[in-house]
Nanobody
Framework: EVQLVESGGGLVQPGGSLSLSCAAS????????MTWVRQAPGKGLEWVSG????????GYAHSVKGRFTVTRDNAKNTLYLQMTNLKTEDTAMYYC????????????RGQGTQVTVSS
């Protein structure tokens, strides 16, 4: 059974930083690209970032480029999202997802971790 478990969310002030993690199990993590998506209150899912299977290629949504960094540790079956200079509009539930294909939102996702940016 595929499991994706996100952690690291919380409340942070504008301009602050947070680091999210996603622990993967139930599949061969190193064979799949991975994706981060988010859903702000009252809005649909938004593609945030993707990374290829060995971590050599990453892509970012325009709204987060230069502020967010996606990485992975295949030895630990873990995906990361380092977020800096957070803005109130980054407030959302963040999900990791199995697979990466452009800006498509994969169907296999975790339960999410809440990020709230507020003063």
């Amino acid at each position: 059974e595929v499991q994706l478990v996100e952690s690291g969310g919380g409340l942070v002030q504008p301009g602050g930083s947070l680091s999210l993690s996603c622990a993967a199990s139930g599949f061969t993590f190193s064979r799949d690209g991975m994706t981060w998506v988010r859903q702000a209150p009252g809005k649909g899912l938004e593609w945030v970032s993707g990374i290829d299977r060995d971590g050599s290629i990453a892509g970012y949504a325009h709204s987060v480029k230069g502020r967010f960094t996606v990485t992975r540790d295949n030895a630990k079956n873990t995906l990361y999202l380092q977020m800096t200079n957070l803005k109130t509009e980054d407030t959302a539930m963040y999900y990791c997802a199995r697979g990466w294909s452009g800006v498509e939102i994969p169907s296999v996702r975790g339960q999410g971790t809440q990020v709230t940016v507020s003063s």
